[in-house]
């Protein structure tokens, strides 16, 4: 069974740092997949924020997290985790961490293979 398990939510004000961390297992080899952070506000679509290719060497960010967010990863440890510093009242969202086999189709949340559960993030003004 696979289990994606996001941490590190919570409340901070504005200016703030987070790191969200997505622990992965079950899978057969976690370094056959590209991962993705993704966010969900409430009445908003669920959005791509980061991802990054199977061995580490590609990370994208939406321009909107660009030089604030940084998403990495450990193969040896199956985990995957999102630095989110100065962090923004717009940028409150439940956060998701998923994992896709297709490293071409990482910005697209329907193509991913499995899912965390979500892991809540309040910023403050």
């Known amino acids: 069974q696979v289990q994606l398990v996001e941490s590190g939510g919570g409340l901070v004000q504005a200016g703030g740092s987070l790191r969200l961390s997505c622990t992965a297992s079950?899978?057969?080899?976690?370094?056959?997949?590209?991962m993705g952070w993704f966010r969900q506000a409430p009445g908003k679509e669920r959005e791509f924020v980061a991802g990054i290719s199977f061995s580490g060497g590609t990370t994208y960010y939406i321009d909107s997290v660009k030089g604030r967010f940084t998403i990495s990863r450990d193969n040896a440890k199956s985990t995957g985790d999102l630095q989110m510093n100065s962090l923004k009242p717009e940028d409150t969202a439940v956060y998701y961490c998923?994992?896709?086999?297709?490293?071409?189709?990482?910005?697209?949340?329907?193509?991913?293979?499995?899912w965390g559960q979500g892991t809540q993030v309040t910023v403050s003004s």
């Open positions: 079950g899978l057969t080899l976690f370094s056959n997949y590209a």
């Open positions: 998923g994992v896709v086999l297709a490293h071409t189709s990482m910005r697209y949340s329907q193509k991913y293979d499995y």
